[in-house]
């Protein structure tokens, strides 16, 4: 594969815009009084969003039937291109029964503001514990992801959309960089290749270790972490931003990163959702990516390398951006630094292994996270969130 932000082609091969010029905002808007609504919760809002900006590329609305069928069955869209996570709209059957295909339905947020247009193409229904299983391998509703599924609705409306209006995100509005403004930042850089990283928790030691890894290999870090709708116990997005903007001051070479916000919400799919992971950084141009230990998972759901298994299902040139594995990273106190297993001489019982979770946990109980867990910078940052607004 020839790497260059130019040569890594969006996935589906065109990078997807829409975003509504403002002709067509103000034709949308003179009919807002007469279209049928529909509100959007947190996750719908995100998928529209990352759906126009192109992130979400080769998609250019909710999911038809066809397609939805074979993404849950098969890991593709209709077409036959990879794609892993369904992206639906699901309502009501009350609010699906008055809607009409062929028309249009306006899409608004929980303020009732009108911020989106779906050309409505098909309602369907569709198997709640199938999506379960196949997507998320398991059908506890105690998943967070399985749990969404079972609480939505029963009809999934699908159609191409415009997206009319987008919050910025007030904590990081300088951070919301879409994939064509990432491609440019590259092309700028003259960066040929660039490892994307995801992440939903605080950079600890670990993460911190595989990035600095991967940078000795490539021009450049993308380092983007999700700020959509995650679990209620998860850090808030606007803590962990903190945390980032520290650590890239005191502890990474600044002209080698990029920091940029992931508008989407997690789905907790581990290893579906790391294909996805990756197919989404190879639209913001990436063409390395990032998978360590227990990609995108939750609780004992999956293996701890299943993430990484799962690329090996796909050929390269399906998927068009290359996962870089790594081992289960943790602090080793013979040699008193970061290490896996392939470099380090210690016992099991040398080994510090780190975690989001267990930073949480430490936190919840008024702990300072240790040097070896988290930068001392960061750790006062998360300890003073947590005092001001406790997980």
Request: include cysteine; glycine fraction near 6%; charge should be negative.
């Amino acid at each position: 594969m020839s790497y260059h932000p130019d040569a890594i082609v969006p996935h589906g091969g065109e990078l997807i815009n829409r975003v509504a010029s403002s002709a067509q905002r103000e034709i949308f808007l003179s009919k807002a009084d007469f279209l049928p609504r529909v509100e959007l919760d947190e996750r719908a809002v995100s998928d529209l969003e990352m759906i126009a900006i192109g992130g979400f590329s080769p998609l250019q609305g909710f999911m038809n039937q066809d397609d939805y069928n074979r993404v849950v069955t098969e890991m593709r869209l209709a077409n036959g291109i990879v794609w892993s996570i369904p992206i639906t709209l699901s309502v009501t059957e009350a609010v699906a029964t008055p809607l009409e295909e062929g028309g249009l339905v306006r899409l608004d947020n929980s303020r009732g503001e009108f911020i989106g247009v779906l050309e409505l193409t098909q309602k369907y229904t569709y198997d709640k514990q199938q999506e379960a299983i196949n997507v998320y391998r398991t059908d506890d509703a105690k998943h967070p992801g399985v749990q969404v599924v079972y609480n939505q609705g029963s009809i999934n409306l699908a159609g191409d959309i415009w997206l009319l209006q987008r919050d910025s995100h007030p904590h990081f509005p300088s951070y919301q960089i879409d994939p064509a403004a990432s491609r440019q930042m590259f092309r700028e850089k003259t960066w040929k290749t660039i490892v994307g990283f995801q992440t939903r928790n605080p950079i600890h030691r670990a993460h911190e270790y595989i990035q600095k890894c991967a940078l000795e290999t490539v021009d450049g870090l993308f380092l983007h972490p999700l700020v959509g709708a995650t679990k209620e116990d998860d850090i808030a997005a606007d803590v962990r931003m903190r945390c980032y903007e520290i650590l890239l001051e005191h502890y990474y070479p600044v002209d080698r990163v990029i920091l940029a916000i992931n508008p989407a919400a997690m789905r907790y799919a581990g290893p579906r959702e790391a294909i996805f992971h990756a197919l989404v950084r190879k639209n913001y141009g990436c063409t390395h990516f990032i998978v360590g230990r227990d990609h995108a998972g939750v609780g004992d759901y999956y293996g701890t390398y299943d993430a990484q298994y799962i690329f090996d299902e796909f050929a390269p040139e399906e998927l068009g951006i290359v996962p870089m594995k790594f081992e289960h990273a943790f602090y080793c106190q013979r040699t008193k630094q970061m290490a896996t297993t392939k470099t380090s001489p210690s016992t099991p019982e040398e080994r510090v292994h780190l975690s989001g979770t267990k930073v949480r946990e430490m936190l919840r109980r008024g702990e300072l996270p240790p040097p070896e867990f988290s930068r001392p910078e960061v750790a006062a940052e998360l300890t003073r969130a947590m005092q001001i607004s406790p997980v």
